[in-house]
């Protein structure tokens, strides 16, 4: 039962353009959102981070929308840079809980 | 650097074998966690400790276990190891029992 989904396993953008990744959830019961950045052999890196009581956050490039209603988010970074290409993971967290639900992750490829 | 550590690096072992992988948290940190990421697999949430005691567990196997110790560092113990074991062990940590939790670099165990 796949709670967290990520359909993109990958996306290509060129540098300077806008980035767009997509997740979706199931859980009604996540109120805490999260996004990681992960290089290869290395752990994941926290990028930001949403509460199910805002629907936007942002962070420098980085900015996370939360649409509720369709239980879906995403993040956006602004302007793409050769150094983002990273796998990207969604994860989700429940009322009071502490387990983290990750998607499968999407390889951003951010080409000079 | 997140600040979390985890020893070994890499380590490859044969079935039937048990072995201990070891996480220290960033310092502060109370939470810890650890999740398994396996080839076909995202991060699977396997069990958090908080100040020393267990506070959520996961799809954790009965052939693991894990315990933190009073300096708050932490080891998961896998044993009778299979060959389906072989995956990615991340230790995350974090100040609180919930929210953001950060990262170490994993340890890559090989079972032949």
């Known amino acids: 039962d796949q709670q967290v989904k990520q359909n993109s396993p990958s996306l290509s953008v060129q540098e300077g353009r806008i980035s767009i990744l997509n997740c979706d959830y199931t859980?009604?019961?996540?109120?805490?959102f999260l996004w990681y950045k992960k290089y290869p052999a290395e752990g994941p890196t926290f990028l930001i981070s949403?509460?199910?009581?805002?629907d936007k956050n942002e962070d420098g490039r980085f900015t996370v929308f939360l649409n509720k209603s369709a239980k879906h988010l995403s993040l956006h970074i602004v302007p793409s840079q050769p150094g983002d290409s990273a796998v990207y993971f969604c994860?989700?967290?429940?009322?009071?809980?502490?387990?983290?639900?990750f998607g499968e992750g999407t390889q951003l490829t951010v080409n000079p | 650097d997140s600040g979390v550590t985890q020893t070994p690096k890499h380590l490859i072992t044969a079935t039937g074998q048990r072995v201990t992988l070891r996480c220290s948290p960033r310092?502060?940190?109370?939470?810890v966690y650890w999740y398994q990421q396996s080839l076909d697999q995202g991060l699977q949430f396997l069990i958090q400790y908080y100040n020393g005691e267990e506070r959520a567990k996961g799809n954790i196997l009965e052939r693991f276990s894990a315990q933190q110790f009073p300096d708050l560092h932490s080891e998961l113990n896998l044993s009778s190891l299979e060959l389906g074991d072989s995956a990615l062990y991340f230790c995350?940590?974090?100040?609180?029992?919930?929210?953001?939790?950060?990262f170490g670099p994993g340890t890559r165990l090989t079972v032949l």
């Open positions: 995350a940590s974090s100040p609180a029992p919930s929210g953001e939790q950060f």
């Open positions: 310092s502060g940190d109370l939470s």
């Open positions: 994860a989700a967290s429940a009322r009071g809980g502490s387990r983290l639900t």
């Open positions: 859980n009604s019961m996540f109120d805490y």
């Open positions: 949403i509460s199910s009581i805002k």
